[in-house]
């Protein structure tokens, strides 16, 4: 790794080796996707795979890889990506409640290499999950 690629961000360091991830094509409207919120910060689509009746990804506009690379910087970001889930949950009248879903890693079911919410409701969640 060269000088100027030491003093890169890990997160400016894998987006100069990645390509974009899917969240961020949605995001930048290269790939479409049935949009139910944005704002300036975060986006919520329909999940193209649903597992409840209600399946809404919410995810950060600004690539932050997973909740295990967040940095207290990301506290506002993250604390609006919930606010945000639960305003969503609300404008689609999950009344009888939801459940919230964040993947990390292989073994969490991660799948997009972006910090997602999964909003899941629409019918009775049974515990444990997975």
């Known amino acids: 790794m060269g000088?100027?690629?030491?003093?890169?961000?890990?997160?400016?360091?894998?987006?100069?080796i990645m390509s974009k991830t899917l969240f961020e094509k949605i995001a930048a409207r290269e790939i479409p996707a049935n949009i139910v919120y944005?704002?300036?910060s975060v986006l919520a689509i329909r999940d193209i795979a649903p597992q409840?009746?209600?399946?809404?990804?919410?995810f950060?506009?600004?690539?932050?890889p997973?909740?295990?690379?967040?940095t207290p910087e990301d506290h506002k970001l993250l604390?609006?990506?919930?606010?945000?889930?639960?305003?969503?949950a609300k404008k689609l009248d999950?009344?009888?409640?939801?459940?919230?879903?964040?993947?990390?890693?292989?073994?969490g079911g991660e799948t997009?290499?972006?910090?997602?919410?999964?909003?899941?409701?629409?019918?009775h969640m049974a515990w444990p999950p997975g």
């Open 79 to 88: 604390g609006h990506l919930l606010l945000k889930a639960a305003e969503v």
């Open 3 to 16: 000088l100027a690629s030491r003093h890169l961000s890990p997160v400016t360091r894998h987006k100069k």
């Open 38 to 40: 944005e704002d300036d």
């Open 112 to 123: 997009v290499p972006h910090l997602h919410c999964h909003i899941l409701g629409g019918r």
């Open 66 to 70: 997973r909740i295990a690379e967040a």
């Open 60 to 64: 950060p506009k600004r690539l932050v």
């Open 94 to 107: 999950l009344k009888g409640g939801y459940r919230l879903v964040i993947n990390n890693g292989p073994d």
């Open 52 to 58: 409840a009746p209600t399946h809404i990804l919410i």
